[in-house]
């Protein structure tokens, strides 16, 4: 499967905490070894609590507005603050 032919489900599915935890610490170390401070694009394969990266990009996908107004938080905002050097929300 080419990773632009995935669909994207949000909230996922089925996913282990674990997994979740595995995404989130391997998400911020690679923001901070290539030092991101904008959106960047990062997919992952997960199975049986397994990750791997697929493809990390440093731009925003087209997913970024659809996650954005599916998790109610205006993604785009925050990122320019961050890359004009204000702090997070």
């Given amino acids: ?6 669909t994207l489900v949000l909230p996922a599915q089925k996913l282990y905490c674990e997994t979740v935890r595995r995404v989130k610490r391997v998400t911020f170390k690679i923001a901070q070894r290539l030092n991101i401070s904008g959106p960047f694009n990062i997919q992952f394969m997960s199975k049986d609590n397994r990750i791997q990266v697929i493809e990390c990009n440093l731009r925003a996908s087209r997913s970024f507005p659809f ?7 205006d993604f785009i905002e925050i990122a320019t603050r961050i890359m004009v050097g204000e702090q997070g929300k």
């Fill in 67 to 73: 996650v954005s107004k599916t998790l109610k938080a």
């Fill in 1 to 6: 499967v080419h990773s632009g032919d995935a």
